[in-house]
Nanobody
Framework: QVQLVESGGGLVHAGGSLRLSCATS????????MGWYRQGPGKQRELVAL???????NYADSVKGRFTISGDNTKNTVVLQMNSLKPEDTAVYYC???????????WGKGTLVTVSS
């Protein structure tokens, strides 16, 4: 079972930046897909960014050009760098992993990002 722990959320003014980290219990080499989702107030959970192992990153249109997802294999960590934040980016951000070994999806508990106008 893959365990995911997010960190880095907080309160920031519009136009600011935050860096979210997701620490995994296993080597990210062993995980087929890692990514970030978010759920805003009164909204459904939505994709933010995906990082397939050996594949091309995928971003939601709403964050393209502002957010960057990357993996640090030495630390078993996936990072979401968020720049030019907007109030509509306010949400709980969840780390996601899909394991090819177990054919299961895993979720972190989430970290809150609040962007003030």
């Amino acid at each position: 079972q893959v365990q995911l722990v997010e960190s880095g959320g907080g309160l920031v003014h519009a136009g600011g930046s935050l860096r979210l980290s997701c620490a995994t219990s296993e080597s990210i080499f062993s995980i087929a897909i890692m990514g970030w989702y978010r759920q805003g107030p009164g909204k459904q959970r939505e994709l933010v960014a995906l990082l397939p192992r050996g594949g091309t990153t995928n971003y939601a249109d709403s964050v393209k050009g502002r957010f960057t997802i990357s993996g640090d294999n030495t630390k078993n960590t996936v990072v979401l760098q968020m720049n030019s934040l907007k109030p509509e980016d306010t949400a709980v951000y969840y780390c996601y992993a899909y394991s090819a070994a177990t054919h299961m999806s895993y979720w972190g508990k989430g970290t809150l990002v609040t962007v003030s106008s």
